[in-house]
């Protein structure tokens, strides 16, 4: 069984100020990790994922992520946040099995507030 | 667009009633999932379908029902409807059908948001 836990279900930063929204997984296989990012009145769209190539990806809008094994996590971060980037965020899992069973799991998200 | 497709985006209906939300997947999308988002449950996994079969449930309700056609679209039924369902209903799509499409990913439509009054 697979799950996620998001640290922080609201985090406020600063205009330009760093971004750092954690994810920890519990995966019994080497999961895929992503996150999406939702805006107010939108569906989920897919920010970034790994799937076991670069343990360093990168995203869209400036966003990346580490995969640290040792760590079971899977925190995402922009150096500098924008306005923009004000949305809920959530972090998924999945094994790398595939099949028709398929199935991601969701953290709880997490509120970024971006504050002038 | 993210190329799924879900109708209607907004409705509004009375307690008691039934309703009907409709999903079209991505082209090529055998899997279609529902997804319930209120503000007190968060994102809540419903029921996965995969290629006309039923292939996994979550916190789905017994008023509740899907199914998917032949045509890979699929349909939520909501049943009796209490003013606690009012929500935003998700249908997501995905490719998988083997290890190298893993990495895909759900592909989420806009929602259907629904208001129980």
Same mark, same amino acid.
């Given at each position: 069984?697979?799950s996620?836990?998001?640290?922080?279900?609201h985090?406020? =930063?600063?205009?330009g100020?760093?971004?750092l929204?954690?994810c920890?997984?519990?995966?019994?296989?080497?999961?895929?990790?992503?996150?999406? =990012?939702q805006?107010?009145?939108q569906?989920?769209?897919?920010?970034?994922?790994?799937?076991?190539?670069a343990?360093l990806? *990168?995203?869209i809008?400036?966003?990346e992520?580490e995969f640290? *094994?040792?760590?079971?996590?899977?925190h995402?971060? *922009?150096?500098?946040?924008?306005?923009?980037d004000?949305a809920?965020y959530?972090?998924?899992?999945s094994d790398?099995r595939?099949?028709?069973?398929?199935?991601?799991?969701?953290? *709880?998200?997490?509120?970024?507030?971006?504050?002038? | 667009?993210s190329?799924v497709?879900?109708?209607?985006?907004?409705?509004?209906?009375?307690?008691?009633?039934?309703v009907?939300?409709?999903c079209?997947p991505?082209?090529? +999308?055998?899997?279609?999932?529902?997804?319930?988002?209120?503000? +007190?449950?968060?994102?809540?996994?419903?029921?996965?379908?995969y290629?006309? #079969?039923?292939?996994?449930?979550?916190?789905?309700?017994?008023?509740?029902?899907?199914?998917q056609?032949? +045509?890979?679209?699929? #349909?939520?039924?909501?049943?009796?409807? #209490?003013?606690? +369902?009012?929500a935003?209903y998700?249908?997501?799509?995905?490719?998988v059908?083997g290890?190298?499409?893993?990495?895909a990913?759900?592909t989420f439509g806009s929602? /259907?948001?629904? /208001?129980?009054?």
């Open positions: 069984a697979q996620v836990t998001q640290l922080g279900s985090v406020s =930063v600063s205009e100020a760093l971004v929204l954690r920890n997984y519990s995966s019994s296989v080497p999961p895929y990790l992503f996150w999406y =990012v805006y107010p009145n569906g989920l769209q897919l920010l970034l994922k790994y799937t076991s190539a343990t990806v *990168k995203g809008n400036g966003f992520a640290k *094994k040792s760590e079971t996590s899977f995402l971060t *922009k150096p500098s946040a924008h306005m923009s004000a809920e959530f972090c998924a899992v790398s595939g099949g028709s069973n398929y199935k991601l799991t969701f953290g *709880k998200g997490t509120l970024l507030t971006v504050n002038p | 667009d190329g497709t879900q109708t209607p985006k907004h409705l509004i209906t009375a307690t008691g009633q039934r009907t939300l409709r079209s991505r082209s090529g +999308d055998l899997s279609v999932y529902w997804y319930q988002q209120s503000l +007190d449950q968060g994102l809540q996994f419903l029921i996965q379908y290629n006309g #079969e039923e292939r996994a449930k979550g916190n789905i309700l017994e008023r509740f029902s899907a199914q056609f032949p +045509d890979l679209h699929s #349909e939520l039924n909501l049943s009796s409807l #209490e003013l606690g +369902d009012s935003l998700f249908c997501a799509s995905s490719v059908s290890q190298r499409t893993v990495g990913g759900y929602g /259907t948001r629904l /208001t129980v009054v």
